[in-house]
Each structure stands twice: as structure tokens, then as C-alpha cells.
């Protein structure tokens, strides 16, 4: 198959931009807001505030272990967080149980907070849900609050005119587009 020298240039430059954005590093500096809070492992009052919520954690483990009967325990340093996979779930992680692979890493970790024993855990039952950083990666940044809008009734009148002009008007939603007229 002979492509011109164009369309070899126009497969590259897609070829790459479906590569580039799943680099952890890039991801990491150039990624835009989460759409899951992120909280430190550290930070036991928040993730117990988000208990049976999805979230991502981060921190860097320390004696992470095993139980007798196969469960895998993943400890967060001088945190009271951590991760817990059951033996039913180590089939995903091949020969690389959770407890020795994350062992002494620095972790992202998205998942649905529980509370077990009054302490926040996530249950890891998928490699995807981790990431791990290198030493030179940068943590995640949290999500910043915006700031609370002020009730209107507080507005003065003057003042809401001024915020959003009387000419302006809401925009008009297209209809949707069929597909089927299209694509055949």
C-alpha cells in the first residue's frame, strides 16, 4: 500500500495524539479538573466525609501485606487508609498480587470509598484503578472550590443588571443531528 507523503504525516499525528495524553508524566502535569475529588491518603476527615463515594487517593505505601487467608492489604504511610483486594479478586493482577507490586511505591488510586472498622479503604479489584509515580512525578492537584455565589437576593438590583446585560438572551439549542442521514 503506497500513501503519500501526506497521509503518512496526517496517520502519525493521529497515531501519536491517541499515545501521548495516556503518558502518566503528561497526564500529571497537563491534565485539566478531575471530575472525582482527590485526596491525600493522609487525610482521614475528608475520605471518611466521602464514604461510599468515588474518589482518588494519593500517597506513598509502606508495609503493605497479606493475610492468611489470601487477602491483600495495601498500607498508605502514616495514614489510616488503605487498599484491600480479596482473594476473588487477585485474577486481574496476574502474578503480581497487590500487596507486593505496591509495596513501598507512590500511588494514585481511584475508587469508591468504604469505612471498615473506622477506617477509609477503597477495595482494588482492577491493576487500572493504580498508578504508579515515579519519584520525580508530581502528586495530583486538588480540585479548587469555587468560590460560593451570593444569594440574588443580596444583589442589589443594579448591580444584577449590570452582571449580565438585557440584550443578551439564552442561547437556542440546535436540534439533533441524524446520524442516519449521513451514515449508511
Not at 17 to 42: D, H, K, M, Q, Y
Not at 148 to 155: G, H, L, R, V
Amino acid at each position: 500500500m503506497n500513501l503519500t507523503l501526506s497521509t503518512r504525516r496526517l496517520l502519525l499525528a493521529i497515531g501519536l495524539s491517541l499515545v501521548v495524553p495516556f503518558s502518566p508524566a503528561l497526564r500529571a502535569e497537563n491534565s485539566g479538573p478531575s471530575e472525582f475529588p482527590i485526596l491525600a491518603a493522609t487525610d482521614t476527615e475528608a475520605l471518611m466525609a466521602k464514604d461510599g463515594q468515588k474518589v482518588i487517593v494519593w500517597g506513598e505505601t509502606a508495609k503493605s501485606g497479606k493475610s492468611n487467608s489470601g487477602t491483600n492489604f495495601v498500607n498508605f504511610k502514616d495514614a489510616d487508609f488503605y487498599l484491600v483486594t480479596f482473594r476473588s479478586d487477585l485474577k486481574p493482577f496476574g502474578d503480581a498480587e497487590p500487596a507486593d507490586a505496591y509495596d513501598g511505591k507512590r500511588l494514585v488510586v481511584t475508587g469508591v470509598v468504604s469505612v471498615y472498622q473506622d477506617k477509609p479503604q477503597f477495595k482494588l479489584t482492577d491493576p487500572e484503578q493504580v498508578e504508579i509515580l515515579g519519584e520525580d512525578e508530581p502528586w495530583p492537584k486538588p480540585m479548587v472550590k469555587a468560590e460560593p455565589e451570593t444569594a440574588t437576593a443580596e444583589k442589589s438590583p443594579a448591580k444584577a443588571t449590570a452582571e449580565k446585560p438585557a440584550t443578551e438572551e439564552e442561547p437556542k439549542k440546535k436540534p439533533p443531528v441524524d446520524a442516519s442521514k449521513y451514515f449508511k
